[in-house]
């Protein structure tokens, strides 16, 4: 049987690292940061101030594990969830939705590598993945 490897477009982490750690690197709220990839998932971190702008990901699932903080997540046609840490929410392809942290919030969250940062709409604080990887 003839092995296949698919080249990867950006580096993962190969040495071990913590979410702490990681956050650390964050200077900027609302940017977030690639830590990791797993398989067609990438591993982010950011934190969170302020309301953000209403979304959606026509094609993708977000998740959203909250670290530190509370996140109020409003969703189109349901009631809003609200996350502590430890706790984390999936966000259903195709919701749109608007993640707003009254305090300073920090999490990880997981997404399609093909997922936009803010999905179906650019504004002033998209973050193309170029800037969200890993320095």
Same mark, same amino acid.
């Given at each position: 049987m003839r092995s296949r490897t698919r080249e990867r477009k950006y580096a993962t982490v190969i040495d071990k690292t913590?979410?702490?750690t990681e956050l650390a690197q964050v200077t900027d709220h609302w940017t977030p940061r690639i830590i990791?990839?797993?398989?067609?998932?990438y591993v982010k971190v950011a934190k969170l101030l302020g309301e953000f %702008?209403?979304?959606a990901?026509?094609?993708e699932d977000e998740l959203f594990w909250v670290?530190?903080?509370r996140l109020r997540i409003q969703l189109e046609g349901r009631d809003e969830v609200v996350l502590d840490p430890g706790e984390f929410f999936v966000v259903p392809r195709g919701v749109r939705h608007n993640p707003i942290a009254d305090e300073e919030v920090e999490i990880v969250l997981i997404?399609? %590598?093909t997922t936009a940062h803010t999905g179906d709409v650019v504004v002033e604080r998209t973050v193309p993945i170029e800037r969200q990887l890993r320095s």
């Open positions: 913590t979410i702490t990791g990839q797993v398989n067609d998932q %702008v209403w979304h990901h026509e094609n670290v530190s903080g997404e399609t %590598v």
